[in-house]
């Protein structure tokens, strides 16, 4: 059997607001020192499968540079290996993936030419550790069409997943999407489908007759479960969609606990990356840090409490990092408080800078949906200057300016509001 | 720049004792993550040198497996990039043979200089900590028309014991070599690197120096009065880690606020090959100060002025002071350990004290070595729970728990 793995990594991730801006969200870093993608990509390699292709639509530098040739996860292979799959041109078409079975669709004929008997098709912004094997063997004992890994998921969140009823041999006689009764099952499904590729091929061909914009989740799946021998796996480890940027901070922060769930340290089970040269962490004398992780790189000397900082962060002297998730590189300077935020990489936070700040809880008044936890998020590249109050439920854009925040009277952000860059221009003439 | 270097890497180094019972000395981590061999060679690639050999001999396996293909140095090359050259079988025309000194090593491998068609061949030990791009010391030597080139750096009186000490002219030719003397009036010793034109070293070595051992005390005194031999001055941090006073000293060395290494610059990135692990993990009840801590740690306890390796864990209420400890070591709960160096794997039970107590007793075996506090925990030794181990302790590598001593261990004996 030949297993061809698919990550579908093309999505904008627009719920983890600045944080996909300018990356696709498989690309957006967790943990300190990895990327999201990695744990589909270790998942991969750990269950001995080499041959994995990534499809990517929206911003993929980031990921295309992430994932080079392949060499951290050993896929740089010459079979096999990890091919980057973009949109492309043919004659006669010209078409965007509009969907994720449509990115596989019109990547058919890589699984023929790969000689694929097997298509295991995931997504690349989901945070698990699964061997993929013992699914395969599944699919194969019960001579599946398709299998669909699910996991039991609390029943009172069964309105956010797509839930599937099984018979006694594990089949699946009905799949509803988000259904809103609560009566359908607490079986979820992962997002992990595996497909035999014959099969596949006609159904995502029939399909695409019908529907440009083909779904594995809402249409492919529910069209083949009433026909085909669509099976469900079920799977017990840890899994979380940390698509939102409280799922993404909440999920994160769990890692500072001793006896967190996703064991980042099990040698049978390594998660890779692509590490940067860096040297250890440095941490001075004055430095008091607890309740962390902290990744090659950082140098502290103020003080770290329950937060996950990316390789490269300085935390000056007198600066206080709490409840946080800080990205690569970014610089905290003397004295500043961060409390309860996610800063991106790069970014500057100028000296006496308190950034999460004060009880009041407005949620963001332009993405009211997103951002309404008291998180503060800081995009790629800003700069905060000095001695600034930035409330809760911010949205600092990236790349804004020190002159941005001129808006903003007496060097008080408050709770709910947005920092975008000014027109460029503007800025000229005023400084004219 | 047609240079070809050659690391020097075969040497016992006897004195980092337990350190190098199971691998060569430029195979002996520093820094938590480095291998000291990764300032040579990131220094290579930092200058444009890719095309670098690796002298073995003794013990290579740790360092052939660090080195591998040269990947994590971007040594991987169609041309040139990193060999490693071991010692072979000796032919009827008497090359090849375990190799005895520098000079021996370079004699035997003078055929892999030739094939380069290298112009200059760069002389490096594979024992030093420094930061130096070669580029300047070639173009001097270049401009000088030298045969050889030796670098050179002051050190105070009280070390010249330690060093080829070299004297110059006005020009920086070399008129004087003097090796290791107690008293001298020269300041400027000889760090072991050396440039030589290709051709001049493969005539010597196989002409009238043949018989010769060591480059710096044969070949480079014979050379002085024969060929144009100049000295290039180096004033940047370097140090050779042979001792361990010295090797603790150099790691201790980069816990100050700005270390006179900086490993954290842009420019002159050390590269080395790095494991794939996860962030240094850090428990509510850990307490870190001045240290450099290395991805895959985990602290519980009390950490203080200390280099951890990757994956070390130091479990609660364990106390680490002024130490080395190396990759995936466990200090157990509420054990302390106090100016120790300890390898790789190694166990410290639950309660022990490693580096216990005032007396500084020099060690019994290894009074030379041994003589500064500082206690020895070889590569997966196994520390007793409760055991008490006094100061210049040396536990061998391997050794278990049931070799231990019913009482105390105390100061300067071996296990």
Known sequence: ?432 | MNVLAMILAGGTGPGLHVLTATRAEPAVPFGGKYRIIDFALSNCVNSDIYNVGVLTQYMPRTLNDHIRAGKPWDLDRAEGGVRLLQPYQGSPDGKGAWQEGSADAVRFNLDVLRESNAEQVLILAGNHIYKMNYQPMVEHHRMRKADVTVAVRAVSPHQTYRFGMVTADANGRITRFEEKPRRTRSTLASMGIYVFEARVLGDWLEGPGRSQRQLGADTILSLIKRKRVYAYTFEGYWANVGTIPAYYEANMALLADIPALDLSDPRWVIHTRSEQRPPVFLASEACVVGNLLCDGARIQGRVLRSVIGPGVVVAEGAEVRDSIIMNDTRIGVGAVVDRAIVDKEAVIGEGAQVGFGDDNTRNGALPQVLNTGITLVGKRAQVPANAVLGRNVVIGHGVTADAFPAGDVPSGTSI
């Not at chain 1, 896929?75 to 449509?102: C, I, K, N």
């Not at chain 1, 098709?121 to 699910?150: C, F, N, Q, W």
């Open chain 1, 1 to 432: 059997m030949r297993v061809v793995a698919m990550i579908m990594a093309g999505g904008a991730g627009t719920r983890l607001t600045v944080l996909s801006d300018k990356r696709a969200k498989p690309s957006v870093p967790f943990a300190g020192k990895y990327r999201i993608i990695d744990f589909t990509l270790s998942n991969c390699v750990n269950s001995h499968i080499y041959d994995v292709a990534i499809l990517t639509q929206y911003r993929p530098h980031s990921l295309n540079e992430h994932i080079g040739i392949g060499k951290p996860w050993d896929l740089d292979r010459v079979r096999g290996g990890v091919r980057l799959l973009q949109p492309y041109q043919a004659r006669g078409s010209q078409d965007w993936y509009s969907g994720t079975a449509d990115a596989v669709y019109q990547n058919l004929n890589y699984l023929f030419n790969r000689e694929a008997d097997l298509a295991l098709i995931l997504s690349g912004d989901h945070i698990y550790k699964m061997d993929y094997r013992p699914m395969i063997a599944y699919h194969e004992e019960k001579g599946a069409d398709a299998t669909v890994a699910v996991m039991n998921v609390p029943l009172e969140e069964t309105d956010r997943f797509g839930i599937m009823t099984t018979n006694k041999a594990g089949r699946i006689v009905e799949f509803h999407e988000k259904p809103k009764t609560r009566d359908k099952g607490t079986l979820a499904n992962m997002g992990v489908y595996l497909f035999s590729v014959e099969k596949l091929a006609e159904r995502l061909r029939e399909g695409r007759k019908r529907k440009p914009d083909l779904d594995f989740g809402k249409h492919v799946i529910p069209g083949m479960v009433p026909t085909d021998r669509v099976y469900a796996h079920p799977f017990d480890g840890y899994w979380v969609d940390a698509g939102t940027v409280d799922a993404y901070w909440r999920t994160s922060l769990e890692l500072c606990d001793p006896d967190s769930t996703l064991n980042l340290w099990d040698p049978q089970w390594v998660i890779r990356t692509r590490s940067q040269e860096r040297p250890p962490v440095k941490c001075s004398a004055q430095a008091q840090i607890a309740h962390s992780l902290v990744s090659n790189g950082c140098t502290i000397h103020g003080r770290v409490e329950h937060s996950v900082l990316s390789p490269g962060v300085y935390v000056s002297l007198g600066a206080v990092v709490r409840d946080s998730v800080i990205m690569n590189d970014t610089w905290v300077g003397p004295g500043a408080v961060v409390d309860r935020a996610i800063v991106d990489k790069e970014v500057v936070v100028g000296s006496g800078v308190q950034l999460g700040h004060g009880d009041d809880m407005t949620p963001n008044q332009q993405l009211s949906d997103r951002l309404n936890t008291g998180i503060t998020v800081v995009g790629k590249g800003a700069h905060i200057p000095a001695s600034i109050c930035i409330g809760r439920n911010v949205l600092i854009d990236a790349d804004v300016d020190e002159a941005d925040f001129a808006l903003f009277g007496d060097n008080v952000v408050p709770s709910g509001a947005s920092v975008a860059p000014g027109p460029a221009e503007i800025s000229e003439e005023v400084g004219a």
